[in-house]
Nanobody, 117 residues
Framework: VQLQESGPGLVKPSQTLSLTCTVS??????????WTWIRQPPGKGLEWMGA???????SYSPSLKNRTSISRDTSKNQITLQLTSVTPEDTAVYYC??????????WGQGTQVTVSS
């Protein structure tokens, strides 16, 4: 299974960031899988943002819940992240990852997003 993140590398403050994770070699509806967005700001650790399950249920980080939306397109085997009202503090490498148990089985290579005017 391979994951590939895509989206704009530069976003202006107050705009909405949209990223897509395309999954190949496996289905996002495979039982028990959770598909997750994780980010890493420069010089900081990994931050779990939210996830969508194989059945379409979503969960979000409390600190980002009001600005984050995760959805899926099963026909394209894609997971989408939307983050509204971005600020420079949202500058980070954004990863999608998939797991069926307690540890992540699959990771994308990450995509750099910079928030700047």
């Amino acid at each position: 299974v391979q994951l590939q993140e895509s989206g704009p590398g530069l976003v202006k403050p107050s705009q909405t960031l949209s990223l897509t994770c395309t999954v190949s070699g496996g289905s996002i509806t495979t039982n028990y899988f959770h598909w997750t967005w994780i980010r890493q700001p420069p010089g900081k650790g990994l931050e779990w943002m939210g996830a969508i399950t194989y059945s379409g249920s979503t969960s979000y980080s409390p600190s980002l819940k009001n600005r984050t939306s995760i959805s899926r397109d099963t026909s394209k085997n894609q997971i989408t992240l939307q983050l509204t009202s971005v600020t420079p503090e949202d500058t980070a490498v954004y990863y999608c990852a998939g797991k069926s148990g307690s540890t992540y089985d699959y990771w994308g290579q990450g995509t750099q997003v910079t928030v700047s005017s």
